[in-house]
């Protein structure tokens, strides 16, 4: 595991599906001159995913060779799909950055808080069920994904008092200017 130093810090982008933690992310991170890690994930890409972008897309086979190899520092499995941070990713980011954003579900950001303790600051990006039920379609995922990420919203949303900071997402621009205030 990767042992961060002083002044290094994770933030992590995390919230119900559809909230537009992704798309808050990198304006942030942008803004910022942060960089983001990429994790890897057995899953198929969805419409508007690229490879490389959003995940490394890789098959089952790939995830576990690399997971025998002690490669993920955070790894967890949704619906038969594997997702995971590998440890060179974020140790290759740090000796160029001090500051780095992942884009994570609850359970992964968990997972870092307790490998990191205060070094992870965790940033939870949320919006109505309604609002994102409609971003998911806008998307154009499948009523079978929209129904899939709508099962564990409130679960989602259990989780925002856990978090260091909580945002609204009502409006992308005003978000986005909140949190950039703030990591400044």
Known sequence: MYELKDK????????????GRTTIADMVGSTLGMKKVIGYTTRNPRPIEVDGQDYHF?????????????????????KNHLYGIK????????????????ILNTEG?????KL????????????DKSVVEERQRTKGLSEEDISSHLEHYERDMDYLPKCEHAFENVDLAHCVFDITNLLE
């Open 109 to 113: 950001a968990d997972i870092l808080k």
């Open 87 to 102: 440890n060179r990713d974020v140790a290759h980011m740090f000796e160029t950055f001090s500051c780095i954003y992942l």
């Open 58 to 78: 890789i098959t089952r086979e790939a995830f576990l060779k690399a997971d025998s190899q002690e490669e993920f520092l955070e790894k967890i499995e949704i």
């Open 8 to 19: 290094e810090r994770i933030f992590v982008f995390t919230g119900p599906d559809g909230s």
């Open 116 to 127: 990191y303790g205060d070094k992870v600051i965790r940033l939870f990006i949320y919006a």
